[in-house]
């Protein structure tokens, strides 16, 4: 069974940067692709960001383009999210997730299968 643990998460100021990290258990972390998703109150879950099973290929939401990076260390297991110039509309339960496929990468919450049990981020204005 995989399992997902994030951390990382707290409470900043508009302008500041956070770094979330996921570790991931239970298969070979380094074949499949991980992404991260976050859910405001009220709101739906939404894609963040993904990258491919060797780091090569990342895609971004277009409301954290150029704030956030995603990034994997597949000798530790890890998958973490940098995120930078962070604004009160980031607000939200942050979550990592993996997918059962084997594609380079995923966007939509449907094509994954593991969550982990999320970590908030709240940003003050």
């Known amino acids: 069974q995989v399992q997902l643990v994030e951390s990382g998460g707290g409470l900043v100021q508009a302008g500041d940067s956070l770094r979330l990290s996921c570790a991931a258990s239970?298969?070979?972390?380094?074949?499949?692709?991980m992404g991260w998703f976050r859910q405001a109150p009220g709101k739906d879950r939404e894609f963040v960001a993904t990258i491919s099973w060797n780091g090569g290929t990342t895609y971004y939401a277009d409301s954290v383009k150029g704030r956030f990076t995603i990034s994997r260390d597949n000798a530790k297991n890890t998958v973490n999210l940098q995120m930078n110039s962070l604004k009160p509309e980031d607000t939200a339960v942050y979550y990592c997730?993996?997918?059962?496929?084997?594609?380079?990468?995923?966007?939509?919450?449907?094509?994954?299968?593991?969550w982990g049990q999320g970590t908030q981020v709240t940003v003050s204005s």
């Open positions: 239970g298969r070979t972390f380094s074949s499949y692709a």
């Open positions: 997730a993996a997918p059962r496929g084997r594609g380079t990468y995923y966007y939509r919450p449907q094509n994954y299968d593991y």
